[in-house]
């Protein structure tokens, strides 16, 4: 069956380090995976999008990477902040639709 | 408007009662969506339109039905709600089909 998951446990990370995040998916071939942000109460926002063909992507603080081979993706927030706490979601392109991940729930404390 | 507005916010509905959510978005997108949100599942798409006129359906379609008379605006309908569509409903846009989504807030609806 087809799959994309997410670590379905909060994260918490201590500020100033770097945030990890896993998005690993099964019998899909996309063309690309982006990931998004969402705060309690509100509705995703797009942060990244990377291609089949990129093996990186960044942002500021954020860096995306896409292992077509290992079928995953990581999401990694540097020097992270109080502010960065949110749900992190990854989705994949399938016929001309995108599937979702569950989310991760990051938590950075002070 | 700017962006993607929803409405109503949040709503409880009896069971057995129809209802309309709200979606307009003024990017002039041409794919919109109806996404369902439930704790630990995801998004997952109710319906979906590629363009004004046309509609499609999602990976949970059941009880449901939209309408795409024009580019600002796709109604998502409840012919008549039972419990299990509790949920929060997120109305998206883009400008093609698995583009970068634009979300609105988001309808907290809960069916007693």
Request: proline fraction near 5%.
């Amino acid at each position: 069956s087809q799959k994309i998951e997410q670590n379905s446990e909060a994260l918490n990370i201590q500020e100033g380090k770097t945030a990890t995040l896993t998005c690993n998916y099964t019998n899909y071939s996309p063309a690309y995976l982006q990931w998004y942000r969402q705060d309690p109460g509100r509705g995703p926002v797009f942060l990244l999008l990377i291609r089949e063909n990129e093996k990186e992507k960044r942002k500021e603080r954020l860096k995306v990477t896409f292992d077509t081979t290992l079928k995953q993706s990581l999401f990694h927030i540097t020097a992270s902040q109080p502010a960065d706490s949110a749900t992190y979601l990854c989705a994949l392109n399938s016929n001309y639709q995108l599937i979702w991940g569950a989310g991760t729930k990051l938590i950075i404390k002070p | 408007i700017a962006g993607i507005t929803q409405a109503p916010t949040s709503q409880i509905l009896a069971a057995g009662r129809r209802m309309t959510l709200r979606c307009t978005q003024d990017m002039r997108h041409n794919a919109m969506y109806w996404y369902r949100q439930d704790l630990g599942l995801g998004l997952r798409l109710i319906h979906y339109s590629n363009t004004a006129g046309t509609t499609g359906k999602g990976e949970v379609p059941d009880g449901y039905s939209v309408s795409r008379a024009n580019t600002d605006d796709f109604p998502l309908t409840l012919a008549s709600a039972v419990p299990s569509q509790t949920s929060v409903y997120f109305c998206a846009s883009s400008y093609e089909g698995s583009d970068t989504q634009y979300f609105g807030p988001g309808t907290r609806l809960t069916v007693l």
